[in-house]
T-cell receptor
Framework: NAGVTQTPKFQVLKTGQSMTLQCAQD?????MYWYRQDPGMGLRLIYY???????DKGEVPNGYNVSRLNKREFSLRLESAAPSQTSVYFC?????????????FGPGTRLTVT | DQQVKQNSPSLSVQEGRISILNCDYT??????FLWYKKYPAEGPTFLIS?????DKNEDGRFTVFLNKSAKHLSLHIVPSQPGDSAVYFC????????????FGDGTTLTVKP
């Protein structure tokens, strides 16, 4: 049971390049999320997916696209990277566990855009 | 306007003493509150939560108190241990949707041996 996994762990992009961050969970959760965390700040929601086949914008969606490929996988794409997207990206899934809602996070992807 | 605020960026306590981390919120629609712990280079891990129908929830050394009228919650860690040193995030959500949470900026707790 790996929980939530993310690839890659680190990435450096030049301005204008594109890339896709991959995320997978093995807890059979319906809901999945992408957050970004900037230095000294909390996590901000980029996009979320309440179930397979649905996606919705979060607080900071501009410059990103997502795909909920199946129940396990939720990817985040940067079509044209900008320095303002330098951040640590966390994927998460959530579900009821022991009678309460819990959210499980991946280890993060540290992205630098030069 | 930040809806979830952790006004203390850092807190230092002695091992064995109580750690109290505070969190304030402004959105009265929030009805579910969570605390996460985060070590460097790792994702946040869930610590404890509380629903707005309760004013206290306890799990081992961790207790969360909720004061709805003041829109304030606090996390108590007793006794504090050096392994508790981490960044603690308060998060709040509406409709018990734990995933669509709004996070505070975090408080860095240091527990000194």
């Amino acid at each position: 049971n790996a929980g939530v996994t993310q690839t890659p762990k680190f990435q450096v992009l030049k301005t204008g390049q594109s890339m896709t961050l991959q995320c997978a969970q093995d807890m059979n959760h319906n809901s999945m999320y992408w957050y970004r965390q900037d230095p000294g700040m909390g996590l901000r929601l980029i996009y979320y997916s309440a179930s397979e086949g649905t996606t919705d914008k979060g607080e900071v969606p501009n410059g990103y696209n997502v795909s909920r490929l199946n129940k396990r996988e939720f990817s985040l794409r940067l079509e044209s990277a900008a320095p303002s997207q330098t951040s640590v990206y966390f994927c998460a899934s959530s579900g009821r566990d022991r009678g309460r809602y819990e959210q499980y996070f991946g280890p993060g992807t540290r992205l630098t855009v030069t | 306007d930040q809806q979830v605020k952790q006004n203390s960026p850092s807190l230092s306590v002695q091992e064995g003493r109580i750690s109290i981390l505070n969190c304030d919120y402004t959105n009265s629609m929030f009805d579910y509150f969570l605390w996460y712990k985060k070590y460097p280079a790792e994702g946040p891990t869930f610590l404890i939560s509380i629903s707005s129908i309760k004013d206290k929830n306890e799990d081992g050394r961790f207790t969360v108190f909720l004061n709805k009228s003041a829109k304030h919650l606090s996390l108590h860690i007793v006794p504090s241990q050096p392994g508790d040193s981490a960044v603690y995030f308060c998060a709040a959500s509406a409709n018990t949707n734990a995933g669509k949470s709004t996070f505070g900026d975090g408080t860095t707790l240091t527990v000194k041996p």
